[in-house]
């Protein structure tokens, strides 16, 4: 038996980066899926995927009515929730706190925190609502980021914002941890993600120095794969990995180890 098999997951930010290749794992292993980003136009971004077994929802995380009808519609198509990847996530420019324009700053609090709150809030009720009904409750892994666990010089807002999220993930985790439900947070350095390769095709030198210079912090001295990232949320949202909740996971190439 494939270990999502039947489960019913919720992936935002689910055309790009972390989010598209996390729907295309959770569905490869059996899961059906409530899929959303702001896009309208999906292009072939879900090809992979059995449409009989997901369905899309565009919207903006940062209104808290999408949080609200992705939940619905998890319930109305699949009748149960048990899995939540809150994914979908933006950045600044890489610049000094006063050059973070205010209105930008505001938009990356929305999205990267104030988003991930919104679908929490919609999220936890109807788990607790299945544990109490049948003992199965579910599981709830957000993005973070290693900016979320140090700070991050010339991306302060971004980190004040994923530092948010871990405080959010570990305070969920401890209120309802006899209540059928885990939190953790997966917090990855800079990937091969469209948001990483934007920030090297950006600077004002050529592809493979940009690429140096962002990776020279990180041991490994290389981009993460998005696959390695996936492969860590998986094992996070894995039912057999019931005693483990509250956690944020580095996975950083071991920035943090030094």
Do not use: W
């Not at 949080?67 to 699949?78: D, G, N, P, T, Y």
């Amino acid at each position: 038996m494939k270990r999502f098999e039947g489960l019913t997951a919720i992936v935002t930010g689910a055309t790009g980066g972390f989010g598209r290749r996390a729907a295309e794992r959770l569905a490869a292993e059996g899961a059906n899926l409530v899929l959303s980003d702001i896009r309208e136009d999906t292009g072939d971004a879900f090809a992979a995927i059995d449409p009989a077994r997901f369905a899309y929802h565009q919207g903006d995380v940062s209104d808290e009515r999408t949080s609200e009808a992705l939940v619905a519609l998890a319930l109305k198509r699949f009748g149960h929730l048990d899995i939540a990847y809150n994914n979908a996530g933006i950045a600044h420019d890489n610049v000094r706190l006063p050059q973070i324009g205010s209105d930008i700053a505001r938009r990356v609090l929305e999205i990267d925190l104030l988003a991930v709150f919104f679908a929490m809030k919609h999220q936890i009720p109807a788990m607790e609502r299945q544990f109490h009904e049948n003992g199965k409750g579910g599981v709830i892994v957000n993005t973070a980021s290693v900016a979320g666990l140090a700070g991050a010089p010339k991306l302060s807002v971004y980190s004040a914002a994923k530092h948010g999220v871990v405080g959010l993930t570990r305070s969920a985790a401890a209120e309802y941890a006899t209540r059928g439900i885990r939190v953790n947070a997966v917090c990855p350095s800079f990937a091969r993600t469209d948001m990483a390769m934007d920030f090297i095709r950006a600077a004002p030198v050529d592809q493979a120095a940009a690429e140096a210079d962002m990776t020279r912090g990180v041991p490994m001295k290389r981009l993460a794969e998005v696959d390695e990232i996936v492969e860590v949320m998986l094992f996070a949202a894995d039912p057999k990995n019931s005693f483990m909740t509250g956690q944020a996971f580095a996975v950083d190439g071991g920035i943090t180890a030094i």
